[in-house]
T-cell receptor, first 114, second 111 residues
Framework: KAGVTQTPRYLIKTRGQQVTLSCSPI?????VSWYQQTPGQGLQFLFE???????NKGNFPGRFSGRQFSNSRSEMNVSTLELGDSALYLC?????????????FGPGTRLLVL | LAKTTQPISMDSYEGQEVNITCSHNNIATNDYITWYQQFPSQGPRFIIQGYKTKVTNEVASLFIPADRKSSTLSLPRVSLSDTAVYYCLVGGRNQGGKLIFGQGTELSVKP
């Protein structure tokens, strides 16, 4: 079974631009979560989607948004990019949204904002 | 959610067995213990999960004592490619839906 895939793998943008990242979960998984990882802050939770509905949201500004499609694929969008948005963005999927569900991570999208 | 404590770093040599211990004194009755491995600029990779006693798969073994207040990830005969950060997580996601990753253990395998 194919793992979680994320596109693109690398991205360079300039301040003020917007970016859309894509995540395809493992087949059959309906829960998708997004995380931001930086050297200083570690892994920080952005949001979680289950059956096209946002179930949980982390403490990020409204510039960060996401959505999930009927096939469970998910996208996250960051508008008006700032230098501090440079990070590794990770997507993780699980069968359901239960607390003990194991989450499987994708390879990540490395975003560099200049 | 149970707080976890791991050594910040460990050094080993190729071919040795490496044991990384995680303390989780406040583990709840229904909490599972999960370990992830992460290489630089890649997503965490699920290694192993267990509830009690011993679990083994093709990659590692997980030892959990009867009181479940700690767990030990055992990597047999490590190679240079096992150099990574290893995270111990307890209890899955919290009520806010997110996994809580601690600092992890940076394992360095030398030739």
């Amino acid at each position: 079974k194919a793992g979680v895939t994320q596109t693109p793998r690398y991205l360079i943008k300039t301040r003020g631009q917007q970016v859309t990242l894509s995540c395809s979960p493992i087949s059959g998984h309906r829960s998708v979560s997004w995380y931001q990882q930086t050297p200083g802050q570690g892994l920080q939770f952005l949001f979680e989607y289950f059956s096209e509905t946002q179930r949980n949201k982390g403490n990020f500004p409204g510039r960060f948004s996401g959505r999930q499609f009927s096939n469970s694929r998910s996208e996250m969008n960051v508008s008006t990019l700032e230098l501090g948005d440079s990070a590794l963005y990770l997507c993780a999927s699980s069968h359901h949204a239960g607390i003990q569900e194991t989450q499987y991570f994708g390879p990540g999208t490395r975003l560099l904002v200049l | 959610l149970a707080k976890t404590t791991q050594p910040i770093s460990m050094d080993s040599y190729e071919g040795q067995e490496v044991n990384i211990t995680c303390s989780h004194n406040n583990i709840a009755t229904n909490d599972y213990i999960t370990w992830y491995q992460q290489f630089p600029s890649q997503g965490p990779r699920f290694i192993i999960q267990g509830y009690k006693t011993k679990v083994t798969n093709e990659v590692a073994s997980l030892f959990i004592p009867a009181d479940r207040k700690s767990s030990t990830l055992s990597l047999p005969r490590v190679s240079l490619s096992d150099t990574a950060v290893y995270y111990c997580l307890v209890g899955g996601r919290n009520q806010g839906g997110k996994l809580i990753f601690g600092q992890g253990t940076e394992l360095s395998v030398k030739p």
